[in-house]
């Protein structure tokens, strides 16, 4: 039987994948409550499933291990101007992972509007924290400024609507962000987005990453499109 590499999920699991070691193990230690921030936290295990859970609390999924699908999208880590009050301090909640009913982890953006993103429980809560309005970001590498919108939630919503959300304001970003510059710098240039580049059709949504009290950053994944990360 194999040995579980220690804290596997800080190598392997998406959050890390998407916004850091350093930031994902913030993270970590605010969902297990541990104070110590400068260490990731060892009681995080690798389940069966794929996913990593909290031994004190199985139940929940704090992550998964990314899979071979295509490359993740990385990002910068949104932080606020108070990091203590809104981070540290703040009551963040696991991330959300939106996985269909054959066990795929993720829904492809172009069939969302076609009623096909077939998620598990689409009629559940959105686990949210009852909040009537969030804020989404998204930290697309390649580009000198954020995409962040005030997103109206306006009670609770089920999965399904959330996926929609996500997909629209990922849309949104994909059609501003066409005609920003992109930062010249050569690794950076195949991020680009837009019609003669990365579209909506090139992309899984995974998941949502809660970095800020209010604040959410998606988990993208390139359908079979391997890139190196930018710096």
Known sequence: MNTPMPNE???????????GSAHAAILFNNLVRSRDFTRAPSNILPYQDGSYRWTSRPDIVLDYRVDEKGTVVPQKAWKPADVQRHVLDATLLPPVFFVRTDYFKGVDMSRVWSGHADI?????????????????????PGYEQEFKKKIDIKGPIPMSKLVERVTNFVERFINEATYWPVLRVLDHYHWRVGPTAITKDHLYIIGLIHVSGGVWQPILQFKGLNFQPAP
């Open 9 to 19: 999920y800080m190598v392997m699991g998406y959050v890390s994948t998407v916004i």
């Open 120 to 140: 598990i429980n689409p009629d559940a809560p959105a686990p949210l924290g009852g909040r009537t309005r969030v804020d989404f970001v998204l930290k697309w």
